[in-house]
């Protein structure tokens, strides 16, 4: 599976933006879409995830503020980013889990959160 991710940039703090993760490719079966952050310095995180049966998980820091949803027309991910922060500034990945614990990953989109 192929995954491209857009949509990242900078945005004052209190902004927003959404990524995109649209996903390409035969073959597979998708079991759960991702979005993980990386920011300098820090360890690769999981922001968000969604379940083939719609069901979601967030990462503590960014419950209420993030949602994960998912166009299965398009196969696409989408991650939209309200009330952002400084300390989401990072580089989103998304990644298909195809198999347990096995990811393909997408190439980063770079977010800046900054005054």
């Known amino acids: 599976v192929q995954l491209q991710a857009s949509g990242g940039g900078l945005v004052q703090p209190g902004g927003s933006l959404r990524l995109s993760c649209a996903a390409s490719g035969s073959g597979f079966t998708i079991y759960t879409m991702n979005w993980f952050r990386q920011a300098p310095g820090k360890q690769r995180e999981l922001v968000a995830r969604i379940i083939d049966g719609g069901n979601t998980l967030y990462a503590d820091s960014v419950k209420g503020r993030f949602t994960i949803s998912r166009d299965g027309a398009k196969n696409t991910v989408y991650l939209q980013m309200n009330s952002l922060k400084h300390e989401d500034t990072a580089l989103y990945y998304c990644?298909?889990?195809?198999?347990?614990?096995?990811?393909?990953w997408g190439q980063g989109t770079l977010v800046t959160v900054s005054s």
């Open positions: 990644a298909a889990e195809i198999s347990a614990g096995l990811y393909s």
